[in-house]
């Protein structure tokens, strides 16, 4: 592991295999073939810091953890705000630590729509199960439960609503609920405590603080990945491999392969973004709750899924609540001021909207989505039966859910919120969840990859990250990332596509404790 920062300007680095990005699909594919004895070297635009660095203020995680400050923004009504890692384990370091597969009728979707015969739940389950035993995925420890997910698991029950415990990829989670600035426990099995050790550990090389700007070609064979440094404007270095992987998440991957100037034969590079639309809803309760004791998400609501709805409990810390809330001003002190009884819920929504990814002023990537008609009426009755769910556990008051309506205060306001046109700009989401803009597929028509991630159109190019989705999956994506980054893995060993005109150039090489020349 080492900065960019040491790098002279115009140097070179070399690896049988480039990965770009060291998330849930980078880390992942950088530890599956070092393992097996490729030689890998990782680009990570963020930085690196240990689990014991990490400290529960926001401002300070948001700064060093996020990119943009976790308020990137779509272009469309309405917006929708969504949040990316940029940092050694990516995302994975400041998510909530959800480990679901990829549902059987999204496979079976694939399957048949996007010709991915290859993608069954039988043909996935190995490794499922691989990525599974290494997270140490697993149901909450009791003594780590809040308030908050018993209220809402209880009046779930009450209504006859389907409701599961979560698997988290965790080892004796204490429940402390600073997932989203970084576990300093280390409990959370984020791709930074796991897969990026393994990966040292076998002889792969992670270079931080190096941004990627373009993939270079010959022909239409990708050579080199040029980057920038970060900090250091005007140094630029170059990363030469016969195999280069994109993994950098379905904002920057697609934003990547177009600053390349790399057109698919499908001219889909960035269409096709799905994005999970997520709404929060805030109940100040009728008993102290104290949410923040114990862990955020322990069930799942699943009684609609079929309709592409999931709800939980969704415990923030106060800074992140602040933030979020739709409430402002008076609103929001008295809120805050109910700190002690707020039950934060939020619903997960399967979108059917897709939006795109195109290139801004300095190739910075624009994100485009205009929610559809049927997805807002679901987004507004998903959200109404969600305020039914928190009145069944008890609320005495819910916080406007929509911008510009008043607080509900009980059954009534609901049944008067039905009868009432919520518009799109009244709609107050955010996401964690993009995918779908390099798909895959079997048709170099219709699809970006083919259902191993390699591009079409382009040797010796691959991507690994949640770009590949075909569809949204309407479950949390890392570990279907995750496995299908294993998939690959062992797809490019079979393959070794970087022993075809391998290059035997001297590379620099990068210890824990500097670089050194080899």
């Known amino acids: 592991m080492s900065s960019a920062r040491e790098l ?13 990005g060291s998330g849930a699909g980078g880390g992942v594919l950088a530890a599956e073939l070092a393992e ?12 690196f810091a240990r ?11 948001i700064r060093t953890l996020y990119r943009d400050g976790g308020a990137s923004m779509t272009i469309g009504n309405p917006p929708v705000i969504f949040s990316e890692g940029r940092t050694v384990g990516g995302s994975t370091v400041i998510n909530g630590g959800m480990s679901w597969r990829t549902p059987e009728p999204i496979l079976e979707r694939w399957r048949k729509d996007d010709g991915v015969h290859a993608i069954t739940p039988e043909s996935m389950a190995p490794y ?25 698991k209880e009046a779930a029950d009450r209504k006859g609503w389907a409701v599961v415990p979560n698997i988290r990829n965790q080892v004796h989670c204490a429940g402390t609920n600073n997932c989203a600035f970084g576990c300093s426990s280390g409990a959370k099995r984020s791709v930074l405590v796991t897969y990026v050790p393994r990966a040292l550990a076998f002889g792969a090389r992670i270079v931080t603080d190096l941004r990627a700007q373009a993939v270079e070609f010959d022909g239409t064979t990708a050579r ?9 404007p005007g140094v630029t270095v170059w990363a030469e491999a016969p195999v280069i992987v994109l993994a950098c998440g379905a904002i920057q991957t697609p934003a990547l392969l177009l600053r ?21 809803v805030q109940a100040v309760m009728k008993e102290d709750i104290y949410a923040w004791k114990g862990v955020h998400q322990a069930y799942q609501v699943r009684e609609f899924q079929e309709r592409g709805v999931v709800f939980a409990a969704v415990n923030i810390p106060p800074a992140l609540l602040a933030m979020t809330a739709p409430a402002y001003g008076p609103a929001l002190f008295e809120l805050m001021a109910d700190y002690h009884k707020v039950l934060n819920a939020g619903l997960l929504l399967e979108d059917t909207t897709t939006g795109r990814v195109r290139l801004g002023p300095g190739g910075i990537p624009l994100t485009f989505y205009a929610l559809s008609d049927h997805d807002a009426e679901r987004l507004v009755e998903a959200t109404t039966l969600l305020c039914e769910l928190l009145f069944e556990a008890g609320a005495q008051r819910i916080a406007a859910p929509f911008d510009g309506f008043p607080d509900l205060h009980g059954p009534d306001d609901i049944a008067n919120l039905r009868k009432q046109t919520v518009p799109k700009s ?3 989401l955010f996401t964690v969840h993009m995918m779908g803009t390099a798909r895959m597929g079997e048709d170099p028509k219709r699809h970006v990859c083919d259902s191993y991630g390699k591009v079409w159109g382009a040797d010796g190019l691959w991507v690994s990250d949640a770009s590949l989705f075909p569809s949204p999956i309407g479950v949390n994506p890392m570990e279907t990332i995750m496995a299908l980054s294993t998939r690959n893995a062992e797809r490019l060993l079979e393959t070794r596509p970087w022993s075809v005109g391998a290059r035997h150039s001297p590379r620099r090489r990068f210890g824990l404790f500097g670089a050194r020349s080899a």
């Open 51 to 61: 689990s014991e660095e990490f400290v529960p203020e926001a401002s300070e995680a």
């Open 224 to 232: 080199r990945v040029r980057c920038h440094v970060a900090g250091r």
């Open 260 to 280: 390349s100037g790399f057109r698919s034969k499908s001219g889909r590079v960035g269409t096709d973004l799905s994005l999970h639309p997520n709404t929060k």
């Open 8 to 20: 002279r300007d115009g140097e070179r680095l070399r690896a049988a295999v480039i990965i770009v």
């Open 426 to 428: 009244a709609l107050d």
């Open 128 to 152: 499922f199960d691989r990525v599974e035993a290494f997270l140490s995925a697993a149901h909450q420890d009791p003594e780590s439960m809040s308030r908050d997910n018993e209220l809402l």
């Open 36 to 47: 097996a004895g490729v030689d890998v070297l990782v680009l990570e635009e963020g930085g």
